[in-house]
């Protein structure tokens, strides 16, 4: 490494989430639109060669050493395991997100490629509500997906869920006896002004603060270190484990955030509310060296803002939607 990918506010930035599609199985209503997506055609997606030339710049030159591949949804992106293992050469932290539907079919093969984390998204233990949310009855393919993982030798296994307030909010103690009981990491993600139907308003995210003392009020909990990771995180004093919670809203992590994004049809993002992105799908065609892609990059990254400022007037809702940013 000869260089660090640093901001104006000294942020130095290590962590890239990469999308490998836009398109996805599921249509989760506070992602993506019933219908309506315009996909992205195959041939503006970034090739696995052109994903792993970026990645090997970035890894190379600015030391980052975590890559998370996400979508739409990633396992729908054909010969995924040949791009995990052209990845996990990099010798990386290399973790995938996945809604989990089709993860029994493909599991082994990513494990075997090199994969070696794994975060499946699940919002509901009710088989009605699942289809209400996902428009989609394949609650029992997630949880197969999951315990697939577990078989698999993924360690850990965490299992995301987006908390929405008169939505999911009653099933909290649900999913951490689930994670408890099942030896998974559950992740529980305030939810963010990123649905393609614009359904989110304040009053429906349920703050890290409110799960923390529901969860509190029935386990003993104690807060862990936290790094750089978004996740603030406790463990249960009883030895059953650790739990998560994504704060965007209400604690926003700005001030220590060290992600960059790549999206599917090469445009690279300096933070998941950025306003602005940076073509680099146009500079890989166009012949640029290595020199050129990683000036942009660093220029890219020094643009960066102090942070989202969701919730004030200054906010600016970003045009795409989670699914086509990857999360
Ligand atoms: N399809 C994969 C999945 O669902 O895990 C990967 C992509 S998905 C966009 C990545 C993560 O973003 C998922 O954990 C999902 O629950 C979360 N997500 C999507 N929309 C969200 C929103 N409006 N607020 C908070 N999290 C959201
Ligand atoms: Fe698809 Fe994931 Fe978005 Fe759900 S959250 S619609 S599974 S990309």
């Given at each position: 490494?000869?260089?660090?990918?640093?901001?104006t506010?000294?942020?130095?930035?290590?962590?890239?989430?990469?999308?490998?599609?836009?398109?996805?199985?599921?249509?989760?209503?506070?992602?993506?639109?019933?219908?309506?997506?315009?996909?992205?055609?195959?041939?503006e997606?970034?090739?696995?060669?052109?994903?792993?030339?970026?990645?090997?710049?970035?890894?190379?030159?600015?030391?980052?050493?975590?890559?998370?591949?996400?979508?739409?949804?990633?396992?729908?992106?054909?010969?995924?395991?040949?791009?995990?293992?052209?990845?996990?050469?990099?010798?990386?932290?290399?973790?995938?997100?996945?809604?989990?539907?089709?993860?029994?079919?493909?599991?082994?093969?990513?494990?075997?490629?090199?994969?070696?984390?794994?975060?499946?998204?699940?919002?509901?233990?009710?088989?009605?509500?699942?289809?209400?949310?996902?428009?989609?009855?394949?609650?029992?393919k997630?949880?197969?997906?999951?315990?697939?993982?577990?078989?698999?030798?993924?360690?850990?296994?965490?299992?995301?869920?987006?908390?929405?307030?008169?939505?999911?909010?009653?099933?909290?103690?649900?999913?951490?006896?689930?994670?408890?009981?099942?030896?998974?990491?559950?992740r529980?993600?305030?939810?963010?002004?990123?649905?393609?139907?614009?359904?989110?308003?304040?009053?429906?995210?349920?703050?890290?603060?409110?799960?923390?003392?529901?969860?509190?009020?029935?386990?003993?909990i104690?807060?862990?270190?936290?790094?750089?990771?978004?996740?603030?995180?406790?463990?249960?004093?009883?030895?059953?484990?650790?739990?998560?919670?994504?704060?965007?809203?209400?604690?926003?992590?700005?001030?220590?955030c060290?992600?960059?994004?790549?999206?599917?049809?090469?445009?690279?993002?300096?933070?998941?509310?950025?306003?602005?992105?940076?073509?680099?799908?146009?500079?890989?065609?166009?012949?640029?060296?290595?020199?050129?892609?990683?000036?942009?990059?660093?220029?890219?990254?020094?643009?960066?803002?102090a942070?989202?400022?969701?919730?004030?007037?200054?906010?600016?809702?970003?045009?795409?939607?989670?699914?086509?940013?990857?999360?």
């Open positions: 490494m000869s260089e660090q990918l640093i901001d506010f000294g942020r130095v930035h290590r962590d890239l989430r990469i999308s490998v599609t836009d398109r996805c199985n599921f249509r989760c209503t506070y992602c993506m639109p019933e219908e309506g997506m315009d996909w992205t055609p195959r041939e997606l970034l090739t696995f060669e052109e994903i792993e030339r970026l990645a090997r710049l970035l890894v190379d030159r600015f030391g980052i050493d975590g890559i998370r591949i996400t979508g739409g949804e990633p396992t729908v992106r054909a010969h995924l395991p040949v791009l995990i293992k052209k990845l996990a050469d990099l010798g990386v932290d290399l973790a995938l997100t996945t809604n989990g539907a089709t993860l029994r079919l493909v599991a082994h093969d990513l494990r075997e490629a090199g994969l070696k984390r794994i975060n499946i998204s699940l919002d509901t233990f009710d088989r009605d509500r699942f289809i209400r949310l996902t428009r989609r009855d394949e609650l029992a997630v949880l197969d997906g999951i315990n697939a993982a577990i078989e698999a030798g993924f360690e850990p296994v965490k299992v995301n869920c987006v908390v929405m307030k008169g939505v999911n909010d009653d099933e909290i103690l649900d999913f951490v006896r689930f994670g408890r009981d099942n030896g998974v990491v559950v529980f993600i305030e939810f963010m002004p990123l649905d393609a139907d614009e359904i989110w308003s304040e009053d429906k995210v349920m703050s890290q603060a409110e799960i923390v003392e529901l969860i509190s009020a029935h386990y003993a104690e807060p862990l270190e936290r790094g750089s990771a978004p996740a603030a995180r406790w463990r249960y004093t009883d030895g059953g484990g650790e739990v998560g919670v994504i704060a965007t809203v209400t604690e926003a992590f700005c001030e220590s060290d992600r960059i994004r790549l999206t599917a049809e090469g445009a690279f993002h300096n933070c998941l509310f950025a306003v602005k992105n940076y073509d680099m799908r146009a500079m890989l065609r166009g012949g640029a060296t290595d020199d050129e892609i990683a000036d942009a990059l660093k220029g890219a990254v020094h643009d960066k803002w942070g989202h400022q969701i919730g004030q007037v200054h906010f600016i809702r970003p045009k795409k939607s989670m699914s086509q940013l990857g999360g």
